[in-house]
């Protein structure tokens, strides 16, 4: 249900760059994910379908890209890439972890239409 809150921020952010971009029309809305946020891409374009009625983005589509967790191991010093549900260092088996990456949310770029042409925006960070 966290997604209602997500995408409400999401969409608000997109049109205002849109507009800021002189945009007519968002197409489609880019985000990278990280594994460890939670957070389901179909859940958005649910919630963004029925937000954005009415708005420049209605009809816009959620691509979703989704980032690895990247951990460094306290114990032996090396950095890797763990899955959400193998939690240890991938070279030593330690717990002992500092994460490194996983939890991002961003918007990477838009396609919109600006008076008539389809162009490519790029977006700005939501975490």
Do not use: W
């Amino acid at each position: 249900m966290h997604e209602l809150s997500i995408t409400e921020h999401l969409l608000e952010d997109c049109i205002r760059e849109a507009q800021r971009q002189n945009a007519r029309k968002i197409r489609v809305i880019r985000l990278c994910i990280g594994q460890l946020k939670g957070i389901v891409p179909d859940c958005i374009q649910i919630y963004l379908d029925m937000l954005s009625e009415g708005t420049i983005a209605e009809g816009a589509r959620i691509e979703a890209e989704f980032l690895p967790v990247r951990v460094l191991c306290r114990d032996c010093g090396k950095e890797g890439r763990i899955t959400p549900h193998h939690l240890e260092c991938p070279h030593c088996g330690s717990l002992k972890l500092k994460l490194l990456s996983g939890r991002e949310f961003y918007i990477k770029s838009m396609e919109v239409d600006i008076d008539g042409d389809q162009s490519t925006a790029s977006g700005n960070g939501l975490e």
